[in-house]
């Protein structure tokens, strides 16, 4: 049982690229979200799925989409990188009924 | 929308001290939960909270909903409680947490 697991852990984009952010989780929960984490700050929503297929926005979208084709994976896409970008992006996942959300390690992007 | 704060932004505590840390919210939540970010950046959470007292080992904390705060409490702190602590709320109906609002942390450095 892996739990949250996000790739890459560290990464560095010019201004303009793309990538994705891939996140897994093996708990078979149903929803999922993607945080963004600014220096000295608390984290803010960008996107989540309350399941397959279904997807909402949160604070803080622009720049961003997502898919959820199945349960398990949730990728976070970034779409023409700008420095306001960087930042550190952790996935979290929670089950039906539940409240606690399970986090991923982060993922450290820095675009240049 | 919501406004969380938390207070204080810094603590730094001799090892066996105990402290309090505070987070008042701007308006009716029925979900709020405490995290803490280790040095490395793992996000654990610690407490649903949306109402009462919970405890947990050296850790407790106390919710006032009708006030609006919710107060995390430390005792014997230790080296390996360093790091920053975040409360959230949550606005959604029936406990579902969905947009977690996170407040902005307390930086916690316990030294030997």
């Known amino acids: 049982n892996a739990g949250v697991t996000q790739t890459p852990k560290f990464r560095i984009l010019k201004i303009g690229q793309s990538m994705t952010l891939q996140c897994t989780q093996d708990?078979?929960?149903?929803?999922m979200y993607w945080y963004r984490q600014d220096p000295g700050m608390g984290l803010k929503l960008i996107y989540y799925?309350?399941?397959?297929?279904?997807?909402d926005k949160g604070e803080v979208p622009n720049g961003y989409n997502v898919s959820r084709s199945t349960t398990e994976d949730f990728p976070l896409r970034l779409e023409l990188a700008a420095p306001s970008q960087t930042s550190v992006y952790f996935c979290?996942?929670?089950?039906?009924?539940?409240?606690?959300?399970?986090f991923g390690a982060g993922s450290r992007l820095t675009v240049l | 929308g919501i406004q969380v704060e938390q207070s204080p932004p810094d603590l730094i505590l001799q090892e066996g001290a105990n402290s309090t840390l505070r987070c008042n919210f701007s308006?009716?939540?029925?979900?709020l939960q405490w995290f803490h970010q280790n040095p490395w950046g793992q996000l654990i959470n610690l407490f649903y909270?949306?109402?009462g007292t919970k405890q947990n080992g050296r850790l407790s904390a106390t919710t006032v909903a009708t006030e609006r705060y919710s107060l995390l409490y430390i005792s014997s702190s230790q080296t390996t409680d360093s790091g920053v602590y975040f409360c959230?709320?949550?606005?959604?109906?029936?406990?579902?947490?969905?947009?977690?609002?996170f407040g902005t942390g307390t930086l916690l450095a316990v030294q030997p």
């Open positions: 979290a996942s929670r089950p039906s009924g539940a409240n606690v959300l399970t």
């Open positions: 708990m078979n929960h149903n929803y």
């Open positions: 799925s309350v399941g397959a297929g279904i997807t």
């Open positions: 308006d009716s939540v029925n979900n």
């Open positions: 909270i949306p109402s």
């Open positions: 959230a709320v949550d606005l959604g109906y029936g406990g579902a947490t969905n947009k977690l609002i």
